[in-house]
């Protein structure tokens, strides 16, 4: 089936640091999803994607949708404590299986 | 509105025992999915219901069935539980499959 390649596995940070963390494809998706796992509850999405180049925020979180269609990217800028948790990607291929791959997660940890 | 609401949120089950865990969603949604989600592994995929009145094998179907009840409801049933079953089970909504999916907040079962 299709995989979706996430890195890095986990993060510990210091309060205040940037992240980034990214996702890449086996093949080309005509959309990227990001999503945040606090601890104990379900994942929530936080950017959605459409289009190759695509560049979105929300808020300190900003996302992008690679030129190439295999890849995508999270940044968060100015990391504070309650941006722990799980981050997952997730994607729909353009061709084959139209369901939603996740990829495995990033678990980012917050060094006080 | 609810979203996705699951029941229970946490359950202990003996080897061999048997249980249905809950699903419901209220955003009039078609595609209603179960995945689990075990430390390191991500979201496998269980199973899933494009549309009411069909289901579908996902990744990791073995020791699983599934009931569409209606538009709104998605059950998860265990017929006889393995501590390999032991994890976190997440219900998941859609529009139309490949779409942005929302989560519920997950059953924590425990197989003993």
């Known amino acids: 089936g299709q995989q979706l390649n996430q890195s890095p596995q986990s993060m510990f940070i210091q309060e205040g640091e940037d992240v980034s963390m990214n996702c890449t494809s086996s093949s080309i998706f005509n959309t990227w999803l990001w999503y945040k796992q606090d601890p104990g509850e379900g994942p929530v999405l936080l950017i959605a994607l459409y289009k190759a180049g695509e560049l979105t925020s929300n808020g300190r979180l900003t996302a992008q949708f690679g030129i190439t269609r295999k890849d995508s990217f999270l940044n968060i800028s100015a990391s504070i404590p309650s941006d722990v948790g799980i981050y997952f990607c997730?994607?729909?291929?353009?061709?084959?299986?139209?369901?939603?791959?996740f990829g495995t997660g990033t678990r980012l940890t917050i060094i006080p | 509105n609810a979203g996705v609401t699951q029941t229970p949120k946490f359950q202990v089950l003996k080897t061999g025992q048997s249980m249905t865990l809950q699903c419901a969603q209220d955003m009039n949604h078609n595609s209603m999915y179960w995945y689990r989600q075990d430390p390191g592994m991500g979201l496998r995929l269980i199973y899933y219901?494009?549309?009411?009145?069909?289901?579908d094998k996902g990744e990791v179907p073995n020791g699983y069935n599934v009931s569409r009840l209606n538009k709104r409801e998605f059950s998860l049933r265990l017929e006889s539980a393995a501590p390999s079953q032991t994890s976190v089970y997440f219900c998941?909504?859609?529009?139309?499959?490949?779409?942005?999916?929302?989560f519920g907040p997950g059953t924590r079962l425990t197989v003993l």
């Open positions: 998941a909504s859609s529009d139309r499959v490949g779409d942005t999916q929302y």
């Open positions: 997730a994607g729909r291929a353009v061709r084959g299986n139209e369901k939603l791959t």
């Open positions: 219901s494009a549309s009411e009145g069909t289901t």
